[in-house]
């Protein structure tokens, strides 16, 4: 499964970046205001700083809901960078919008997922990605684990290549649950990630292993 980071937040990037293990970034304009990235030009520049940072895919988020102002938007997010991926949203532009894109050859991200007849369109209109948002769905009593599970089941029928991002994860049993069944790609806050770093066993067993070192040193 590919690790996503879900932030615009530079440092916390780096920090992902570092560690090896990131496969690319996602951002939206929420994430964009809350590290005070606003207006236009400014936005822009800050997936180029993304994009220098990560090796993978960056999406960029159109904020234009119909045809003409999406493809607009998009062609020049995705004139920006190369790793560039066009997040559109899921609505009847937004579907089409990702059908012009996959005509030609430019990656896109289909977001604001929340049914499986959703990720179905996605994957018609060709999209690179489709992000169910798994988080919001539990914030409503709403199993969201089992809306991947249903567009897995849904895609692996078909073969469609669209790949499933899984988005709004807010956790680390999030990143392990949508591992076990067979999401594409996670994309959470860095804490979802490092958290899965730890182990009280790890750190008892490693702090023994150097007392024992020292000992005979
Ligand atoms: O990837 C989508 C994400 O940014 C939404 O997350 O936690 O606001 O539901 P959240």
Redesign the pocket.
């Known amino acids: 499964m590919k690790f996503f980071i ?1 932030t615009a937040n530079l440092e916390q990037i780096k920090e992902a970046q570092d560690m090896g293990i990131l496969d690319g970034v ?1 951002t ?1 304009p ?2 964009m205001a809350k590290e005070g990235i606003t207006g236009t030009n400014n936005i822009l520049k800050h997936y180029v700083d993304i994009c220098n940072i990560v090796d993978g895919d960056v999406s960029a988020e159109v904020i234009s809901t119909d045809f003409d102002g999406m493809v607009r938007e998009g062609e020049a997010l995705a004139e920006l960078h190369e790793q560039i991926v066009i997040k559109l949203p899921m609505i009847k532009d937004g579907i089409k919008a990702c059908k012009y894109f996959s005509d030609r050859g430019i990656k896109t991200n289909v ?1 604001l997922v929340f049914s499986p007849g959703q990720a179905l369109l996605a994957a018609k209109a060709g999209a690179t990605y489709v ?1 169910p ?1 798994i ?2 769905l539990d ?1 409503i009593s709403t199993d969201g684990l089992n809306l991947i599970a249903e567009i897995r089941h849904i895609y692996d029928n078909y073969g469609f290549e669209t790949q499933i991002l899984a ?4 956790h680390t049993m999030h990143v392990i649950d949508c591992a076990k069944l067979g999401s594409d790609v996670m ?1 959470g806050p860095l804490s979802s990630i490092t958290g899965l770093l730890k182990h009280p066993l790890t750190d008892i067993g490693l702090e023994k292993f150097l007392a024992d070192y020292k000992k005979g040193n």
């Open positions: 879900d996602t939206n929420s994430l977001t992000s948002f988080g919001r914030d988005a709004s994860v807010r994309t």
